[in-house]
């Protein structure tokens, strides 16, 4: 009995082991290239495309879960941003943690939008926008920000300024380093109460 | 001779039908699901894959014939705009007459950036692109608009703006009549001189 517990335990080790792998080299090579195959996802991560297969049935199951891993991540990070005190400040230390895990997800959600349904996109973003949308609507309380436009607009500016922004980065058009300044005073002009 | 010629000539006409059949069922099924694969398109154009891969050898081919199609005909619907006088009134035109295409466009342009290299989607918006730079840069030059910002990056939020009311438009938090107004107002409050 014990033995076969080990075994089973052991078993269960290599099989989160080998998702972990695989999810790893999911990142990488969808990142990389987006129309990556099973069969180059399996060989980036060292494992067979039975294994593979064993764990994510097909490509949009694989993408599901790395879309979510990678939202997750993001979202672990963004938790560890202070958003309390003044709101303007709050949003602009949002900002400049942000806008690189929105531009390193940018991809990933890239192929997730072209393979998911867009309820399944929306849903894995809902925590990400919770935070953003306290933070904005605590604004539009005290006055920091305008109110008269809805907070769901603001929400999807501000998302559409961070993911273009990673996109001019990566075309070369902005360098990294004025970003977070070109992001910030974009998201103020759209804020700031006239 | 003249038979030969005729049969080719027909054999010729035949190919630009299916092409054309083939062009419209990728924009319809991957507007409607964006994984639909080469059989399904195929399916939908009422031609067999034979046929739809001996005119695209793979399901990359077509998307880039899709998304070239997709954004030549809106651009050619933009060149109707008139974009000469005032550009404040000019650009507002614009986007009245825009913010549909590129909602339009938004599922298909989502499965090409999964699946062509960035380079091919940027010269595929070099013709509309530089449509809207050049009023954007007319605008700067009178004291229209502010030119203490790259154009670049006015041009880049003002097209991720437009993508975001499609979206959210799709979401339900937008209702389809208020989207031209929400557009122009947040483009202006990025575009006013302060």
Request: proline content about 4%; charged content about 30%; hydrophobic content about 45%.
């Amino acid at each position: 009995m014990v033995r076969t517990t080990a075994a089973v335990g052991a078993k269960r080790a290599d099989a989160v082991r080998n998702i972990e792998r695989a999810l790893d080299a999911a990142v990488t090579c969808l990142s990389a290239r987006p129309s990556a195959t099973m069969a180059e996802i399996a060989k980036q991560a060292g494992i067979g495309r039975v294994t593979l297969y064993g764990h994510f049935a097909s490509r949009t199951e694989l993408v599901d879960a790395v879309v979510a891993r990678v939202v997750e991540r993001g979202d672990e990070a963004l938790a560890q941003v202070d958003l309390d005190g003044d709101p303007r400040a709050a949003l602009e230390r949002l900002i400049r943690n942000s806008w690189r895990l929105v531009d390193e997800a940018r991809t990933v959600v890239a192929v997730a939008e072209a393979e998911l349904p867009p309820e399944r996109i929306r849903s894995l973003h809902d925590s990400p926008a919770a935070r953003v949308q306290a933070l904005i609507e605590r604004g539009r309380d005290d006055g920091s920000f305008r109110d008269d436009t809805p907070v769901t607009w603001q929400i999807a500016v501000l998302h559409q300024v961070l993911h273009g922004a990673g996109a001019e980065v990566a075309a070369g058009r902005v360098a990294p380093a004025d970003a977070p300044d070109l992001i910030t005073a974009t998201v103020f002009d759209l804020l700031d109460r006239r």
